[in-house]
């Protein structure tokens, strides 16, 4: 008898039964389960089992805590059960069939934001570092910028860096939504490059720039102010999202005979057209006012209640997935009110 052998034996029991199982992985520390009827899990009789640390449902998907022994365990289960393990990717697939649509919006918009982690994380370090040389006084009252050629060469090239991951983060957004919908990614890419051009102003210099000097595309009956959207997140989705469904659109109608001419064109022209002309500034303003109003909670007398709330609140969403929403508003948080402050500094310095 293995170690898990019992434990794993009583799982199978109180989960429904091997025809309750429709799906059944694990992650890091959790085994994850898409059942076919949830009701008939036995939670009290589960977390009972010795190995089980708790129970929670997420994303239509049951959960049995485990910890870093679960790979040990989910082997030992499956043998036990004759149930063969699939993906992840099929398990969140499975588990959709359970989700409401607030859950499947939110799922999305995880996994939307997932592969673009690894590129914040380095460019956050990137940018705490240079603020420590660049902004920290550390030498007799100066920064080490202001003391060393090398140091202010560094600071200057890892701005490379902090504003391909930040300011051009329309770009891994779009393609991030086109890789997630099955859609091609190159046009999503494509997008994201038009929303950060250097044709038109850029999206932080707009608001110090004077509206009669703000340039525009003129096409006689009706002028496009030409505004970029460096840094922007919401307005990267909707136009990405425009994109998706237009695709799709297209793909459907058109004949096999013609869809590699007719449906890049006429899903990628149209999309950003609308991303620059109605997308874009509807979601450049839902961008803004969410993170004034998040940033002025944050920064205002009350602040302490503010993220005291915030904190207290962000756990138990956790548990429905909702918290996923969060990631845009923290992405949009700091393009917009630490980076932008940066590139004034940085552009400053050059001059």
């Not at 939504?177 to 091609?184: E, F, I």
Request: hydrophobic residues 50%; proline residues 4%.
């Amino acid at each position: 008898m293995g170690k898990f052998t019992k434990d794993c034996e009583d799982l199978l029991k109180y989960v429904g039964g091997k025809d309750n199982i429709n799906a059944v992985t694990h992650c890091v520390t959790r085994m994850r389960f898409v059942l076919a009827d949830p009701s008939k899990a036995d939670v009290d009789a589960i977390e009972e089992i010795p190995s089980a640390k708790g129970t929670f449902t997420q994303s239509g998907q049951f959960q049995v805590i485990i910890g870093n022994e679960v790979s040990e365990f989910y082997n030992e289960f499956t043998k036990i059960s004759g149930i063969e393990g699939v993906s992840k990717e099929a398990v969140k697939s499975s588990a959709k069939s359970h989700q409401n649509i607030a859950q499947k919006i939110m799922g999305d918009l995880g996994e939307i934001f997932a592969p673009i982690i690894p590129a914040l994380i380095c460019g956050g370090l990137i940018l705490g570092f240079r603020n420590i040389i660049g902004d920290i006084a550390l030498v007799n009252g100066k920064t080490l910028t202001q003391t060393s050629t090398f140091w202010m060469g560094t600071y200057n090239f890892l701005w490379l860096i902090g504003e391909a991951v930040f300011h051009m983060l329309p770009v891994g957004i779009c393609w991030s939504v086109t890789k997630k919908m099955g859609t091609t990614q190159i046009l999503g890419i494509v997008l994201g490059l038009t929303l950060v051009s250097s044709q038109p102003l850029n999206g932080f210099a707009v608001a110090t720039t004077p509206a009669n000097k703000i340039p525009y595309w003129n096409f006689d009956f009706v002028h496009v102010k030409m505004i970029g959207y460096q840094g922007q997140v919401i307005a990267a989705i909707m136009a990405a999202f425009v994109l998706v469904y237009l695709e799709k659109f297209w793909r459907k109608v058109c004949p096999a005979v013609v869809s590699m001419i007719v449906v890049p064109f006429f899903s990628l022209v149209p999309a950003v057209i609308l991303a620059h002309t109605l997308v874009g500034p509807i979601g450049l303003a839902i961008g803004d006012a969410i993170a004034k109003v998040v940033y002025g909670g944050l920064t205002s007398t009350s602040s302490v209640i503010f993220a005291t709330i915030f904190g207290a609140l962000y756990a138990p969403i956790v548990m429905t997935g909702l918290h996923h929403i969060t990631n845009a508003i923290d992405m949009t948080l700091i393009s917009l009110m630490v980076v932008s402050s940066i590139a004034m500094d940085h552009m400053s310095m050059s001059i």
